[in-house]
């Protein structure tokens, strides 16, 4: 089993749509949570964290529930520029700055 | 934040050849991670390079074949001996700053290496 589990996709949406990208992770020790984005051909970049209580940054929410083991974002009002590839990461409180990447999902948004 | 400097970001090397990645970072940091991204899959750490001391190396990947060198607290090499086709990848190096388990990652923009 991967130790961070996504649906690959693609997710087709239209603009103005919403979306839901799901994520588990298998080690319970698991500390941080991220979802970074990597648009094609570029490097990954931050998204947002995701912290127990579940945040929002704008159009973005992040949940997160640790008894299932399970992570999720939220994109609302769905943008052409919304269109990328979503990471979900994990940084276990073992290994010290050892990361995790999940192989991500690939979302379309289309005028 | 950190912005990385990565080259070559692109090249084309034939089998047995072997070829050399820099990675320069705009700040000091401590620890410089070097991460291999496969065709359509996740990103998976190589090795973590430590100033004045010996990379650690993850499961599957070993010195001889992904040696590195950190020779100050702003500069890495990667080089990947004796390519083979399965060696055809993006090779991305990145740096953590902020706390260590909730800090955040910064990548250079990568070098796709294609093995002919």
């Known amino acids: 089993r991967k130790e961070v589990e996504q649906d690959p996709g693609p997710f087709n949406v239209p603009e103005g749509a919403t979306v839901a990208f799901n994520c588990t992770y298998s080690?319970?020790?698991?500390?941080?949570f991220f979802w970074y984005r990597q648009d094609c051909r570029k490097e990954p970049k931050l998204l947002m964290s995701?912290?127990?209580s579940g945040n929002e940054d704008g159009r973005f929410t992040a949940q997160l529930n640790r008894a299932s083991q399970y992570i999720s974002l939220l994109i609302r009002d769905s943008k052409l520029s919304d269109s990328a590839t979503y990471l979900c990461?994990?940084?276990?409180?073992?290994?010290?700055?050892?990361?995790?990447f999940g192989a991500g999902t690939r979302l379309f948004v289309k005028a | 934040s950190a912005v990385i400097s990565q080259k070559p970001s692109r090249d084309i090397c034939q089998r047995g050849t072997s070829l050399t990645i820099q990675c320069q970072v705009d700040?000091?940091?401590?620890?410089m991670f070097w991460y291999r991204q496969q065709p359509g899959q996740s990103l998976t750490l190589i090795a973590t390079?430590?100033?004045?001391?010996?990379?650690?190396?993850e499961s599957g990947f070993v010195i001889d074949k992904f040696p590195i060198s950190r020779p100050n607290l702003t500069f890495s090499t990667l080089t990947v001996s004796n390519m083979s086709p399965e060696d055809s990848s993006i090779y991305l190096c990145?740096?953590?700053?902020?706390?260590?388990?909730?800090?955040?990652?910064?990548f250079g923009e990568g070098s796709r290496l294609t093995v002919l």
């Open positions: 990145s740096v953590q700053t902020g706390q260590i388990y909730t800090g955040e990652l910064f």
């Open positions: 080690n319970s020790a698991s500390q941080s």
């Open positions: 995701v912290y127990s």
């Open positions: 990461v994990v940084r276990p409180n073992t290994g010290g700055f050892k990361t995790i």
């Open positions: 700040s000091q940091v401590t620890m």
């Open positions: 390079a430590n100033q004045g001391s010996e990379a650690t190396y």
